[in-house]
């Protein structure tokens, strides 16, 4: 069943498109005008992994049926009261504990009121005085390759963790000029982190978030699926003049991807620069992040402070944790796997940091690593966050959907290794498999002919015919042009279908040119 309320859409949705025209249309600015500091702060709702809601019993799962999961306490029945899910309790505390958060021994809940189609008792169950854990931290490393030129960490300040439960959807048809409500969603239980204003741009927003992600997946507190609104991300964009006071905010709400809260902060700041620029004015508003446009849209004003009228939730008692709360085991962190790998296995930062932010990528490591321990570290690294990256890349696939077997891959960088196979080849090999996954790598590169030559007869052989061929590069060589040495070594590769061994190749060569 569906709930059909009429909301006026129609009417709403033209009023926000006209005031919307007024908005100056953004580019990026010439760098000697950005004379400005940009300040952005998150608060990001994660629903927590649990198979009943935050207040009653009912299943949390996605896509359910319409109205599927719905108690009478989520349809805010007269006389159903609210009953606390121990469960999420638990996750929060072991989220507060990774994130380093004072956790308060007593919290409270609170009603916030107000009044959307979607929240039948026109409130929702928060924390406000005394949410679950205050002052937490967390120290993440920032570095987007050809966007960042080295990694560089930054440490942002969470001012509060608490529990609330979600609200329902509604879906608007402009047209028919009504809205439907769906409520399998309303009660849901979620982590709220409000985080301080410790950011100045989209790509240190978006390490956060992919941080915290890596967190909450290790922590199995939440399965942090964006597309399917499992973790969802609001940003706080201002700008100002160095030296002065801080700029009116604007609140971009709801983004759904890891690079959306990069592009989303990039654009708002752009924005709000080129209207200050202009001689504007930047509003207190809430946008949204339009992702087919690249552009965030006016939602709604925010110049008058809204009063929710928070007051003390009278149907549930102050939640009080005793030590069994907090004797929780915790996994292994994002950042600690990154000091073992740089430190214990001297991996470069940047390689670790690729590593761990790809949880398939790190399992394959990990497997290869302890099946092949004659393999050095960074051979494994630089093949799986360079080559086997790039395949799946070039391909438009998710490293997560590798079916490739980490033995398959492991036997692969043991051919490369020991000189069985050059690079070239290498890449080959790893396009077969990406085909066929369960291809054996010593048949595939036997089966096309892509072993490396390496027999010294053979090498020698090929530059002799090489060098007969090209009288003008040997001529230029010897007399004194010696940068076409690269060029004469480029042919020998090309006549061996790039399966010489280039070293044995430079080294006969440089013989034979003597």
Known sequence: ?????????????????????????????????????????????????SESK????????????????????????????????KACVQAGVSTALALACDINRVSMFDRKHYFYADLPAGYQITQQRAPLARNGQLT???????VTKKPYKKTVRLHQLQLEQDSGKSLHDEFAGQSLVDLNRAGAPLMEFVFDPDLSDGEEAAALVKELILILTRLKTCSCKMEEGALRVDANVSVHEEGT?????TEIKNIGSV???AHAITYEIARQIEILENGGRIHNETRSWDASSKTTVAMRDKEVLQDYRFMPEPNLPPLRLTEENFQQNLPELPEETREKLTK?????????IILVNEDNLLRLFFEISNEKNDLPSKIIANILTNELL???????????????????LGDLITMLHEGEVNLQMLRLILQELFEKPHECPNRVAEANNWKQISDEKEIEALCEETLAANPKLVAAFRAGKTKVFYAIVGEVA?????????????????????
């Open 344 to 352: 214990d296995l001297s991996l470069p930062s940047e390689t670790a």
């Open 259 to 261: 690079r959306g809260v």
């Open 1 to 49: 069943m569906m709930i059909n309320i009429w909301s006026g859409g129609r009417r709403s949705l033209c009023f926000l498109r006209r005031r919307e025209r007024v908005n100056f249309s953004t580019k990026p600015l010439p760098k000697s005008k950005l004379k400005w500091k940009s300040v952005v702060g998150l608060e990001i709702h994660a629903q927590i992994d």
């Open 390 to 408: 790039t395949i799946f890349n070039k391909n438009k696939m998710l490293i997560e959907e590798c079916a490739i077997p980490s033995k398959s």
């Open 494 to 514: 090309k006549k061996s279908e790039n399966r010489a061994n280039m070293s044995l190749v430079a080294e006969k060569l440089k013989k034979m040119l003597k």
């Open 54 to 85: 935050l207040f009653s019993g009912a299943q949390v799962e996605f896509a359910a049926p319409v109205n599927a999961n719905v108690s009478l306490f989520d349809a805010a029945i007269p006389g159903t009261l609210p009953v606390l899910n």
């Open 245 to 249: 006071a801080l700029g009116t905010r």
């Open 140 to 146: 993440f490393p920032v570095f987007v390759p050809g």
